[in-house]
């Protein structure tokens, strides 16, 4: 496919849309089509792995757009108080570092220093991308689209791979996000605070990962937010002062 913009002729030619992202951890590259021209479209989008053209014009050109959208990005509150949380983390750590690029750091500073940008991201290509690191999925959605109230809380918390015989956050979860009575759920509700809590880990990245409470609000729940958090908190006081309860543990074991 010599021509580059064989891809999105073809998937915007056919109402569909493409799009990509870099995590953390992996870069994920997502397109989506009316099933008859999947296998063409997926022909196509091997090339970007197995022959990529980086052509310099192209090049410029992404630049440009990945610098509107860090300038986009500078007016959003998920992305400052993500860049917050970097700026604020272990140096020494690589989630620390600057996750978006600009100008500046990837046209402006790589000329200063002598770097061939093309031949940088040939490079990177072809030490990066190698088939056994990849994977491909497949799928077929409906996302529904619906008002949400919703307050969510999170903390940083050590990567505990290690202790998978005993689960510390599975603890946790299983008392915060408790259904029954006495719970902060059913308190929360019965104040006319809340709908819905949940509570558990997420995997983040290598070392660390994310323990989160997402809590949907009711609307009287997110005029009074601030009790709704003090509320949180208050719960999480009383545990720290019981302590870990060895009849909990073993009611939460999996048979």
Known sequence: YPGENEYSKLIMGNGGCSNAFTSDDHTNFNFDIKPSLLADALDIFAQFFISPLFAASSIDRELEAV????????FKDTWRISQLEKSTSDPKY???G??????????IIPKQRGIDIRQALLDFHKTEYSSNRMSLATICYHVPVNESRQLTINWVIP?????YYCKPESYLSHLIGHQGDDSLSSYLKTLGL??????GKSNSAPGFNF???DIQLTIEGLNQ?????????Q???MLRKEGPKEWIFNEGKVG
Do not use: K, Q
């Open 94 to 96: 690589p989630y620390s």
């Open 159 to 163: 990567d505990h791979r290690e202790l």
């Open 235 to 237: 719960y999480l006081a």
């Open 194 to 199: 809340a709908i819905e809590l949940v509570a």
């Open 67 to 74: 610098n509107s959208e860090y300038e986009a990005n500078l």
């Open 211 to 213: 323990f989160s409470i």
């Open 98 to 107: 600057f996750s978006i690029g600009n100008r500046e750091s990837l046209r």
């Open 225 to 233: 937010w601030e009790r709704v958090l003090y509320s949180v908190y």
